[in-house]
């Protein structure tokens, strides 16, 4: 799963502060669903990327 999210770290980011988020408040949030933190990529000028991956069950056996 990837994110796309303005970043709330930047007070030069024109957007309204509610329609922005840090790179630490998505991995909180995402925190709650079974995905695990990949990576930020950070080439886009204002956003933050952020990718997760679905989290492997435990093995059962």
Do not use: C, N, W
């Not at 509610?18 to 995905?35: D, F, N, Y």
């Amino acid at each position: 799963m990837a994110l796309i999210e303005y970043r709330g770290e930047d007070p030069g980011v024109p957007i309204k502060p509610l329609h922005k988020m840090t790179e630490a408040q998505i991995k909180r949030e995402m925190a709650a669903q079974p995905l695990d933190y990949v990576e930020t990529v950070s080439t886009l000028p204002r956003q933050h990327l952020v990718i997760f991956r679905k989290r492997a069950e435990p093995d059962k056996g």
